[in-house]
Structures are given as C-alpha cells and as structure tokens.
C-alpha cells in the first residue's frame, strides 16, 4: 500500500498555540489516526502534514482541516496526521481530543 503526502496552510489565530513544544494523541491502528502538534511561530498560520493510504480525498481533507482551525481558534502550529483510513468524523473528533489535550483539558 502506498503512502500519499498531503500539505495544507490556513490561517489561525496569531498565539494561539499550545503551552509545551509539542504534544501528542492517538494511535495509527485500524481506522483511526495519530496526532502530533507544534508550536511554531508563524504569524498565526496552521500547516498540516498528512500520511495517508487513502486517495482521492483531498478535498475532504482540505474542508475539514479548515473546519477544524476555524472553530478551535488555534494558530502558530505544525499538525502532523498519520492516518489509517479514519473517516472525517473520526478526523474532527480526533483534531479536538488533541488540541484538547495540548492545552491541559482547556478548550
């Protein structure tokens, strides 16, 4: 099975970033993904990475990105996404579990 690369860019909230360098949540098993953030400073923009065996959806990917970094307000982040066929729910469910997290439970 191969892998594809994705790279997304949005622009978050300048600062609102996680309290620790990086930070981590989830497992790459079946359907499901794993999650690691960093905090970067870059004029508040997100940059997403994603590994994927799944084709064909990155438009979905595109949207529920931008879903996701528009109603969690963060900003000044590299998310990397190691996917193993999660659906976009689980996506989104997973994106807020380890923002969530990175906080310290805050949201």
């Not at 191969?2 to 600062?15: K, N, Q």
């Not at 309290?19 to 997403?48: I, N, T, Y």
């Not at 900003?75 to 997290?101: H, K, M, W």
């Amino acid at each position: 099975m191969a892998l594809r690369h994705l790279e997304f860019s949005y622009d978050g909230v300048p600062g609102a970033s996680i309290p620790r360098e990086w930070a981590h949540s989830g497992v790459v098993g079946s359907g499901d993904m794993e999650v690691l953030l960093f905090r970067r400073e870059q004029q508040g923009k997100v940059k997403v990475k994603v590994c994927t065996p799944v084709v064909g959806f990155d438009h979905v990917w595109e949207k529920v990105l931008g879903k996701f970094v528009a109603d969690s307000g963060c900003g000044d982040l590299d998310l990397e996404i190691n996917d193993n066929n999660a659906t976009p729910f689980i996506v989104s469910l997973r994106l807020r579990q380890a923002l969530l997290e990175a906080r310290g439970g805050e949201s």
